[in-house]
């Protein structure tokens, strides 16, 4: 008889396969440095060669790698601090989740393959270039994603490189819908700072979870000032607000 086996996620393989590459560079610095220097040589030689197709598909392959490390980093950089200790003793130093449990965190098994999952998952959002109800409280996860947007599409329209375009023209409506929110996000910091009598508070709320973005619930209320259902409420409106770009980016 036979027997149902899950189908693998290739997604989180990719996501798996491009953090563990992340800890597989020495010198990352280095590494990203040389990369870009790699990449400015080729364009230079590929424009001599114009009708050498095999050049530009090197090029967009060591610019993909280069995109692959900003994610990572981009994800790697967000986590809170026991979520950043668990990749540096799994990806970087190599260790088991037992290990890692009964010898480190201290945190049972479940919760670290929990962790695992969510970690490439959101790499594996970011490498296919969308964002989630989950990033909307990360500025710098926004700005990020709209320049590595920039990065891919700035390549196809300036050095004219062949191109699906209905895929061109999805990357060019992710990039709006995340310069909108990112707008947004600005905005109620901005008007946050100039309320020194703190009685906006929705964008009192909403710039503290952004500029706090770990804290929970409880800890934003405390952080406030504010009740718990002052917060859930705020946070909810504000989530709606980002929900129609998220929907039309994804």
């Known amino acids: 008889m036979a027997t149902y086996q899950e189908v693998p996620d290739f997604g989180l393989c990719i996501a798996e396969q491009a953090l563990r590459r992340r800890f597989e560079i020495a010198n990352k610095s280095a590494s990203a440095a040389s990369t870009k220097y790699s990449l400015q040589e080729l364009l230079a030689f590929c424009k001599l060669e114009p009708h050498e197709s095999n050049l530009y ?3 967009l392959r060591l610019q993909r790698g280069l995109v692959d490390l900003m994610v990572v980093d981009t ?3 967000n986590l809170p601090e026991d979520r950043q200790k668990f990749v540096h003793y799994k990806y970087e130093l190599g260790k088991s989740n037992v290990w890692i ?3 480190a965190l201290y945190i ?8 695992n999952r969510e970690i490439l998952l959101n790499i594996k959002n970011l490498l296919f270039y969308s964002l989630t109800l989950a990033d909307v409280y990360s500025v710098m996860k926004v700005i990020n994603m709209i320049h590595i947007l920039d990065v891919r599409i700035n390549t196809f329209n300036d050095e004219k490189i062949p191109v ?7 990357l060019i409506q992710k990039r709006s819908q995340y310069k909108a929110m990112l707008n947004i996000m600005l905005e109620s910091i901005r008007r946050a700072s100039q309320d020194t009598d703190k009685k906006d508070t929705y964008n009192y709320i909403v ?6 973005s770990h804290l929970n619930g409880t800890e934003l209320a405390q952080y406030c000032g504010v009740s718990c259902s002052t917060v859930t409420k705020h946070l909810s ?5 980002m ?8």
């Open 164 to 170: 699906n375009e209905s895929w061109l023209r999805n």
């Open 108 to 115: 049972n098994e479940a919760t670290l393959i929990k962790w």
């Open 243 to 250: 929900r129609k770009y998220i929907s039309q980016a994804s």
């Open 101 to 103: 449990s009964t010898q």
């Open 207 to 212: 710039a503290a979870k952004l500029k706090n």
């Open 237 to 241: 409106t504000y989530r709606q607000s």
């Open 57 to 59: 598909q090197y090029y």
């Open 75 to 77: 994800v790697l950089s």
